[in-house]
């Protein structure tokens, strides 16, 4: 998979929190407090790698967010990025 592998952290109407991986149709576990499920969340996209933990507030808005490892696409992007760009006036051209 390109990207990251998501995890939303979002509260359920019970008063609980729930773990969703973005794809999947059920959630990955549920926790009675927002801090033990965002710990439950990046403990899952630690060994999830690249991945993003995202903690959203009753009414969606994201509270927090947090990202593991790095993104090879982003990364492939940067340096690809590096080698064509024109190096900044008075700078000498970066060599490959």
């Known amino acids: 998979m390109l990207g ?3 995890y939303r952290v979002m509260p359920l109407a019970d ?19 927002r801090e033990e499920a965002t710990r439950f969340a990046w403990q899952l996209a630690a060994r999830d790698e690249p ?8 009414g969606g808005a994201i509270a927090d967010e947090r990202v593991f490892g790095a993104d090879t696409a982003l990364e492939l ?10 190096p900044p006036a008075g700078e000498p051209p970066k060599r490959p």
């Open 77 to 86: 992007e940067r340096e690809a990025e590096a080698v064509t760009s024109p």
């Open 15 to 33: 008063g609980g929190w729930s773990v969703v991986k973005e794809g999947e149709a059920t959630a990955r576990g549920e926790r009675p407090t």
């Open 4 to 6: 990251r592998h998501v």
């Open 51 to 58: 991945s993003k933990v995202i903690v959203e507030e009753a």
